[in-house]
């Protein structure tokens, strides 16, 4: 599944923001859409010099900012200064953001000032934001890719509060997820510089977002810090994991202050299949008041769960699987038997001598014997073809080697369907060796230009739900989610 938001991009109304074809920076960059828009900014898609595509992010505030053509003017006289110091903090914290470098941080590669506002020149991340993927289910959430995706951006915050920054900003907006699965943070327009044992300074640049910034963010000078990032990355995180955005903060200290209940319900003990201590550190990221939580982003990588051993694993995922062969016709009596290479979706075996005496092949199963096709009803797998570089997708009954039903496909289809029923049936002989309690998640094989993914089923495992995708334009990891969607929402 590539994640990418370009029809989205397209659609927008006329407004303040820059028209397509705009040139900055000398030419070195040309507008070629609008993105969005935010309190203090409006985000592009542009092309470099090289055809490369990047992000330009305008400083422009509406409530201060008007356009006059290209250029940014004030929108009254009392708000100039305003204006002037907004481009100023702008400059400072997009150079400030420009050093950072971190594969789970957008990188800023230059910054420059024209039609009398300044901009940053961010990389162009294909995706969809967290927020996306929750509400409009684009992606399966497991508990082992939120774990997985969590620690990565606790990591991510620990190396901007290192370098001396605040974001201010997480949300799952603002929390995009690549085509490979990996969470990127973005948008610092709301970041500011603070300084070990000191008070923070307001950039200018700062913004709530009701049911992810603590109540400390609400004010003026509030003693925010590290952890204010803390809790917006929990609430965040909250929300993955229950789909339902946390309550906003400034309710739950009230409710705190007139010593009621905390309306926000906590994730530990309601919550199943997480590991031990991972919903309780959000919880404990989450408290109303700042010296309840983690003070920093390290000390909230120390409490979380450690990555399970290969000997705590009792998923068993099984690749390069070689299928057995599929058996030949019986020859017609007094004709010699001819050889037929057996099917492998993984690698040709090593060539076996061929004896002088023709070899007798043992005979298919009449049909009458076979056991017959498990019969399935409502059986939809319009799903797949959301995966990118789908080229293809089969139910197959590992028992009898028959296609159930079948979703688009090639040219092709027939040889990569036939392939897969030798993966199948090779994958069935697999599991009878399987301890009791392990599983087989899913077969991921790689031949040539293709990729196949083959599932059984939870509750069936002769049955399986097989896709062939693109090796070029897929991504194992989303598409492996979106099978495993599929898969259970098969009912026999």
């Known amino acids: 599944m590539a994640l990418d938001t370009s029809d989205l991009l397209a659609r927008t109304d006329l407004g303040d923001e820059l028209l397509p074809g705009t040139t900055l920076f000398h030419g070195a960059y040309r507008i070629t859409r609008f ?75 230059q910054v420059f000032e024209e039609n009398d506002t300044a901009y940053m020149v961010l990389d162009y991340i294909q995706g969809h934001d967290l927020l996306e993927i929750i509400e409009e289910r684009r992606a399966d959430l497991t508990p082992a890719t939120i774990v997985r995706m969590a620690g990565k951006l606790v990591a991510a915050v620990a190396y901007i509060h290192d370098n001396q920054l605040l974001h201010c900003d997480i949300a799952p907006d603002n929390i995009f997820v690549t085509p490979a699965g990996e969470p990127v943070l973005i948008d610092f327009g709301a970041s500011r510089r603070t300084a070990a044992g000191a008070m923070p300074k307001y950039s200018g640049l700062s913004v709530v977002k009701d049911g992810y910034s603590p109540h400390e963010l609400y004010t003026a000078g509030g003693n925010s810090g590290p952890w204010s990032d803390i809790y917006a990355l929990a609430a965040s995180l909250y929300h993955a994991v229950s789909g339902v955005a946390p309550v906003n903060c400034q309710a739950r200290l009230s409710a705190l202050a007139e010593k009621r209940g905390d309306p926000c319900k906590p994730l530990a003990g309601n919550v199943a299949g997480y590991p031990a201590g991972f919903l309780e550190a959000i919880d404990k990221a989450m408290a109303v008041m700042p010296a309840a939580r983690f003070q920093s982003a390290a000390d909230w990588l120390k409490a979380m769960p450690q990555p399970e051993t290969r000997a705590d694993r009792k998923v068993v995922l099984v690749r390069r699987v070689v299928p057995a062969p599929i058996p030949a016709p019986v020859p017609a009596p007094g004709a010699v038997a001819a050889r037929a290479p057996a099917i492998s979706p993984v690698a040709p075996a090593a060539a076996v001598p061929v004896a002088a005496e023709p070899i007798p092949l043992r005979a298919p199963i009449p049909l009458r014997q076979r056991r017959p096709t498990t019969r399935v009803a409502a059986v939809d797998l319009s799903g797949l073809r959301r995966i990118s570089g789908f080229r293809g997708g089969w139910l197959i009954d590992g028992l009898t080697g028959s296609v159930m039903t079948s979703e688009g496909g090639t040219a092709e289809s027939d040889a990569a369907a036939l392939a897969l029923v030798a993966v199948a049936r090779a994958n069935l002989q697999a599991l009878q060796a399987i301890e009791p309690g392990d599983a087989v998640e899913d077969i991921q094989i790689t031949r040539m230009d293709k990729l196949h993914l083959v599932r059984p089923l939870d509750k069936s495992p002769h049955v399986h739900v097989c896709v062939t995708l693109d090796r070029e334009e897929a991504n194992p990891a989303l598409a492996r989610m979106q099978v495993r969607r599929v898969a259970q929402a098969i009912r026999l």
């Open 35 to 109: 993105i969005n828009s935010g309190g203090f900014g409006i985000t592009y898609l542009a092309q470099d010099s090289l055809g490369r595509e990047v992000v330009i992010k305008e400083c422009f505030s509406s409530t201060f900012c008007r356009r006059a053509q290209t250029r940014v003017r004030a929108r009254s006289m009392g708000s100039r200064e305003h204006l002037s110091k907004l481009v100023r903090s702008f400059l400072h914290e997009a150079q400030s953001l420009a050093r950072l470098r971190h594969p789970n941080i957008v990188g800023v590669h």
